[in-house]
């Protein structure tokens, strides 16, 4: 069955770090993206950061880049995230998303894509 296990979600101060990580199970695309979005309380889904994995190509928002670092481990399919400098606005809900070619981080419809089921990220001032 095709699933995507996150791990890695919690609380941290402002300033912290965290690492989330998303296994990838029973996909057989020949490239994919593999990405996190997230969606803060009363606010819609945003894309964080994705990677492709033909060339390990990656792409973040604007406001995560330099703080947040996407990376991925082709022998079992699983991709980290990692948060450094957190910041109260990075609260959310983070879900993992799996799509076969581009990423297109910049549209977060749920029709384009696979979801894991979300790890919370609490980040206090």
């Known amino acids: 069955a095709q699933q995507l296990v996150e791990s890695g979600g919690g609380s941290v101060q402002a300033g912290g770090s965290l690492t989330l990580s998303c296994m990838a199970t029973?996909?057989?695309?020949?490239?994919?993206?593999m990405a996190w979005f997230r969606q803060a309380p009363g606010k819609g889904r945003e894309g964080v950061a994705g990677?492709?994995?033909?060339?390990?190509?990656?792409t973040y928002a604007e406001s995560v880049k330099g703080r947040f670092t996407i990376s991925q481990d082709k022998s079992n399919n699983t991709v980290y995230l990692q948060m450094n400098r957190l910041r109260p606005e990075d609260t959310g809900v983070y879900y993992c998303?799996?799509?076969?070619?581009?990423?297109?981080?910049?549209?977060?419809?749920?029709?384009?894509?696979?979801w894991g089921q979300g790890t919370q990220v609490t980040v206090s001032s």
């Open positions: 998303a799996i799509r076969g070619g581009r990423c297109l981080l910049e549209n977060s419809d749920v029709s384009l894509r696979d």
């Open positions: 990677i492709h994995d033909g060339v390990a190509s990656t």
């Open positions: 029973g996909y057989m695309y020949s490239s994919k993206c």
